[in-house]
Nanobody
């Protein structure tokens, strides 16, 4: 059983910053990718950022230059530093893990609210 637990969400004014954290535990069988997604009310789930085992990163167009994904040395904790937040960044943010077997796991989500 694999568990992903997010933390760090909250409410912030436009232009502010938040840092999300996600920790993975359980029988992971090797992490392939970890990523962040988000889902705003009435919208589908949107990919935000990804980090590979080699440390390579990639970002969605709407967050590139404002958000930074990183991880700790264990590789099981991933962070999302969110700067210059906008009201349109308001969403539930989900941590996602794909293991080397191609299995996908999701966290329960953490709410981020950006007020104008």
């Amino acid at each position: 059983q694999v568990q992903l637990v997010e933390s760090g969400g909250g409410e912030v004014q436009a232009g502010g910053s938040l840092r999300l954290s996600c920790v993975a535990s359980g029988n992971i069988f090797g992490i392939w990718h970890m990523a962040w997604y988000r889902q705003a009310p009435g919208n589908g789930r949107e990919w935000v950022a990804r980090i590979t085992p080699g440390g390579g990163t990639d970002y969605g167009d709407s967050v590139r230059g404002r958000f930074t994904i990183s991880r700790d040395n264990s590789g099981k904790r991933v962070f999302l530093q969110m700067n210059s937040l906008k009201p349109e960044d308001t969403a539930v943010y989900y941590c996602h893990l794909t293991n080397v077997r191609g299995q996908d796991y999701w966290g329960q989500g953490t709410q981020v609210t950006v007020s104008s």
